[in-house]
């Protein structure tokens, strides 16, 4: 075994869509006052450590144990003994280290890397220091830890995390390069085709963004984040729009109580379609879908408000815009909406007012902007805040995949 035994049971816990391996369900018709499966199991594992409590294999089947149960505090110090009983043990080391790193103990799991360096240079050893660096904010320290690692041992997973540190780094010109060296070795991997995407996208290169994004989609229809920048991108490049469309309107399809589906689904529709009228009622009903199933998603009751707007539809649109002020009250867009709609149903204190906070607002985020252009969550694309944001998501610690 290369990787411990922790590693894949932290992987699936991280997942957190996906059940962990646990012991039985107990019946449910048996006395109450009878153990749990799983109280059943701790103990036999107990007694296991208590009956040779210098055996590496029974402290650290325990460990394992604990981290099924979410309890990673009580696996260290079986797995800290097993590497005391014998420092060689690689899987326990591992798991040491990776069980440091998810309880925040950086410098200890460093230390414990370094340790394993030591006697054995591996590259899962340095994209696991690379996880460290990057988790304890020195991204240079750990783009070249996961450099090492892509370099010794060029897996999907260690490739992804060079290139995912790389746009953290802003440095999207590389990005690129890295995430298509990649592709050319696994070109099935949908995370790899939405790295590059984000790439192609930081460098204005529009049209091959969504073109990596849609491969992403159709490799992993399930998976929500290529359909997150597909739909940021409506009128970004009219010629691909129908390729956006058609991704969006099938994922809307596929998971119909997603409210941020039917949001980008209605956007697209309704702003991505340049040589066809959109057809406003199904924009409409798609807009009150995502704010049904979601009364906080502030940006959805702006545009319905809008749309409402636009039809001369005031008062309809004055209860939305109201919802989106109060789902976001510095959302400056919404303000402003929201002063016109009043203004037109004849109700100017309330417009002055909005008109005011809009204002303020607006002034706030100029000055804001001018504080932090060079902050790493922003560039100066319109869809920069989506793209480095989730680009930070899809780095999945320790190649446990999307």
């Known amino acids: 075994m290369v990787k411990g035994l922790l590693t894949g049971v932290l992987a699936t816990l991280a997942l957190g869509g996906y059940a962990v391996a646990q012991p039985p369900v107990p019946d449910t018709r048996k006395s109450q006052a009878a153990p749990s499966d799983s109280t059943v199991v701790e103990r036999r594992l107990l007694e296991a450590v208590r009956r040779n409590p210098d055996s590496v294999e029974a402290h650290h089947a325990l460990a394992a144990f604990y981290v099924r149960q979410r309890n990673l505090a009580a696996a260290i110090p079986h797995l800290q003994r097993a590497q005391a009983i014998d420092p060689s043990h690689y899987a326990s080391g591992y798991d040491l280290a990776l069980a440091l790193l998810e309880t925040g103990k950086l410098q200890e799991s460093r230390a414990q890397i370094a340790t394993m360096l030591g006697a054995r240079d591996s590259a899962e050893l340095h994209n696991l220091l690379g996880n460290v660096e990057e988790r304890a904010g020195n991204l240079l320290a750990a783009a070249d830890q996961f450099q090492r690692a892509a370099h010794a041992d060029p897996t999907e997973a260690h490739l992804f995390d060079w290139g995912n540190n790389l746009l953290q780094l802003r440095a999207f010109e590389e990005a690129d390069q890295v995430f298509t ?3 050319a070795r696994h070109p099935q991997s949908a995370r790899l085709h939405v790295g590059l995407g984000i790439a192609h996208y930081s460098r204005g290169r529009y049209e091959d963004a969504i073109k990596s994004f849609s491969r992403a989609a159709d490799l992993d229809p399930s998976d929500p984040r290529p359909y997150q920048f597909l739909g940021e991108m409506y009128g970004v490049a009219p010629s691909m729009s129908r ?6 309107a099938g994922f809307a399809k596929a998971h119909p109580r997603n409210a941020l589906a039917q949001f980008h689904y209605a956007m697209s529709l309704w702003k991505g379609e340049a040589d ?6 199904q924009v409409e009903a798609l807009l009150r879908r995502a704010v049904t199933l979601d009364r906080k998603l502030a940006k ?3 545009q319905l408000g809008t749309l409402l707007s636009d039809q001369q539809r005031y008062r309809e649109a004055i209860v939305e815009l109201q919802h989106a002020t109060r789902a976001e009250p510095d959302l400056a867009q919404a303000h402003y909406r929201l002063a016109q ?4 149903t004849g109700q100017q204190e309330l417009a002055a007012k909005e008109l005011e906070i809009f204002e303020r607002l607006s002034g706030k985020t100029s000055r804001d902007d001018s504080h932090d252009a060079d902050r790493s969550a922003r560039v100066s694309e319109p869809m920069s805040d989506v793209a480095l944001a989730l680009a930070g998501t ?4 320790l190649n446990r995949g999307l």
């Open 181 to 183: 060296a990649a592709i």
């Open 243 to 248: 390729e956006i469309t058609t991704r969006l």
């Open 276 to 281: 066809a009228p959109a057809d406003l009622r």
């Open 300 to 302: 959805a009751f702006l």
């Open 341 to 344: 709609a009043y203004q037109r």
């Open 394 to 397: 899809l780095h999945v610690r």
